[in-house]
């Protein structure tokens, strides 16, 4: 009688577990680029009254008795779906639509070789795009950390190294040690950069995007911000539109996905499901706690029973 009353703490305990994942998804349902996340229950342990048996030339078989002892948290997932944009009118926003995380971290000059094989595994991933430049040039995010892509060398093609570095700005050839003052800055579809230096159309770079082999094993470091753990396979750099040449040899990715410019991912949270799930999971709640009652009463006429 009193495994009951555990199996019910049990469920009590998964069931607010749920409700908390429920309640963060429906308190980021306008957080843009949040993924929302979803509770799956499993099974706890069971006890055997009796073993199954075979059937003999005498006797049939019998099946196994078993009690279980309640539920537990069996996964929460995170559901990559893109969400839907946005229009911000802001000329530096930008969404993916697609597949595909823009790549942030702190500054590193050196970059990072992606056909010498270096690791891009401790950069952060990111689907927020509310990009901004710094007063040192740096192509930011709205939390000052820099956007990774690839940049042009001095004759106007981009870096056939294909090293993966934080865009900036190009020095002001008048003045070395400034960042030119580019006006009318803009992303294209492909993710390059461009500006107006007087008569001339600069292309800064292009943001590159992060291809993950399971994005569902990536790891929430907290914000928009994600890292690849144990099961999210190998992170590859890449470009849209093959802007960047793509192969097995480079390393690079080709995405089918496009950025959106002047727009912002919305989250993909789906509000009527969480209000379905959130009516299902009181409901669950309220039985276990039914299961608690009763079993209590029924303890209470057992001790009674002697007076």
Do not use: W
């Not at 929302?36 to 075979?54: C, D, I, N, P, V």
């Not at 040039?137 to 981009?158: H, M, R, S, T």
């Amino acid at each position: 009688m009193v495994g009951s009353m555990y199996a019910a703490i049990s469920g009590l305990r998964a069931h607010q577990q749920k409700m908390n994942v429920i309640g963060n998804n429906i308190a980021n349902v306008n957080t843009y680029g949040y993924k929302s996340q979803r509770t799956t229950f499993k099974e706890s342990m069971y006890s055997s009254l009796r073993a199954s048996t075979g059937g003999t030339a005498t006797m049939g078989g019998t099946n196994a008795s078993q009690i279980g002892y309640g539920c537990s948290v069996g996964t929460i997932d995170m559901n990559m779906k893109t969400g839907t944009y946005a229009i911000t009118d802001r000329t530096l926003d930008v969404m993916i639509d697609g597949d595909g995380f823009l790549i942030t971290g702190n500054i590193d000059a050196g970059g990072y070789d992606i056909v010498g094989g270096d690791s891009i595994d401790g950069l952060q991933l990111s689907r927020l795009g509310n990009l901004d430049f710094d007063n040192n040039g740096y192509l930011v995010d709205g939390n000052g950390n820099v956007i990774y892509g690839f940049a042009k060398d001095g004759q106007g093609d981009y870096d056939d190294t294909y090293r993966l570095v934080p865009l900036k700005k190009p020095a002001d050839p008048n003045e070395p040690d400034e960042v030119m003052a580019l006006t009318n800055i803009s992303i294209s579809d492909k993710g390059e950069i461009t500006g107006s230096y007087g008569d001339q159309i600069i292309t800064i770079g292009c943001i590159a995007l992060a291809y993950v082999d399971n994005p569902n094993g990536l790891t929430h470091l907290g914000g928009p911000y994600y890292q690849a753990g144990g099961n999210a396979g190998g992170v590859r750099a890449g470009t849209v539109g093959n802007v960047i040449g793509a192969g097995d040899d480079t390393g690079i990715v080709n995405f089918n996905s496009s950025f959106v410019p002047g727009a912002l991912e919305m989250s993909n949270v789906d509000i009527s499901n969480e209000f379905a799930d959130l009516i299902t999971t009181q409901r669950g709640f309220q039985a276990n706690t039914k299961i608690i009652t009763v079993t209590d009463e029924m303890l209470s006429d057992l001790v009674s029973m002697k007076r």
